[in-house]
């Protein structure tokens, strides 16, 4: 009906490639299902934004809008600080030039949708009467362990990772303490300090919308739901995923996808650690000796090391050459086994492609969702973040993948990384992965169908807004 009038809301993005896209995508979920629904996203930005953010920013329907916030300048940031903390930082930093920028926008917006590092912003919602909601990339069972911190900060006062039993939050899957996110790892730190600071705030919000589905986290969805006393409204939106990518077109993105129409069916494990992963120059050297000794073949996006596992998000690597990091004559010996590409690869086509067997992931809820929706069982190698909560969600909870043995001085030795590949590739236990998460991948479509329980969720709170507008 072209007489309806338009609901219009404002969403800030965190400045992280897998965070940007995940709310946008969200936001092209809304206004497809709900074409009277305008969006304006309002972008924080640290640094210069990174290619694969731009070239995503390029695909939104015109009914999504977007525009940058002046840029904070990561040198005046703490060196040595996590990349939430860092972007935790440029929200606050940047909120006098966003308060501007929803002040001038001509339509009032009816609600502010922020992404979960966002959070300092939801304070300007209520200045602006606005409802606000946080949008958690992230999945329901780590949502549950943030607010089961706060009780836990107030309870205990040993360091997490010292507690002699695995925390046990209702719902959800056991995780000990040193498998809890990087913030928490040191309670004395500031970063620790600032994700308290933080999910304090989500309690202003009016609700909360999580990436993920009944189906894949029944315990922690529906314990958020019922809630403790004063949790916000959660809705379960997911999978939220991305359809393509916008490096379908660069060559190397064309290269591997022609390669993969050569092997075999699920034949090829996909290595990948995300938009921004990297592993010391010990574990590279490691990691392609294993993938050599598996015989398995092989698709690795490669990333120069780097001392700091979150190092790629910030600095771009266009243009790197593997074989200075790689054993000498890994390349030449492995060039009918594998395929080994810099930095970026479309993640999504080589998930989809029937050649893909398994995937070896840094685990990122992102490529997690990915990876189910397209039953590709994984191998969870974690780096940073929550990603150890992630990979024992997978491993131990929903048992869809393996996690590698990590040696004490850190690194995972190639024996290790070749048995994992072959039990993954080959074996008994392989297949009982690959049914379990194919049938993830049923219940994540039917989240996704018109009365699955995704959609129907987005439809209640566009109900909601609309009746506000
Ligand atoms: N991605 C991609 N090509 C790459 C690396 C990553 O398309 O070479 C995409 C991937 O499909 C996913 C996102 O980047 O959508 C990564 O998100 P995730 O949550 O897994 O990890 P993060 O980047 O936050 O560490």
Redesign the pocket.
Known sequence: NLMEKTVHIAIVPGP???HL?SILQFSKLLVQLHPDFHVTCIIPTLGSPSTASNSFLQTLPSNITYTFLPPVNPNHLPQGSTLESKIQLTVTLSLPSLHQALNSLRTPPVALVVDSLCAEALDLAKELNMLSYVYM?PAATTLCYYFYLLKLDKETSCEYRDLPEAIQVPGCVPIHGRDLVDQAQDRSSQPYRFLLQRLNKFFSANGILINSFLEIEKGPIEALIEGESGNPAVYAVGPV??TR?E?DYNSNGKDCLTWLDKQQPCSVLYV?F????TLSQEQIVELSLGLELSNHKFLW?FRAPSSSASDGHLSAQDDIDASMFLPSGFLERTKEQGMVIP??????QILSHSSVGGFLS?C?????L?SVMHGVPLIAWPLFSEQRMNAVLLSEGLKVGLRPKVRKNGIVERVQISELIKCLMEGEEGEKLRKRINELKEAANSALKEDGSSTKTISLLAHKLRNLA
Do not use: D, F, K, R
Request: cysteine-free; aromatic content about 14%; proline content about 7%.
């Open positions: 992280w490639y897998s896209v990339p995923i991305q990518t490096s990948s995300g938009s921004g992963g996006v930095s970026w690869a479309p993640q999504v840094h990122g809820w992102n490529s997690i990915e």
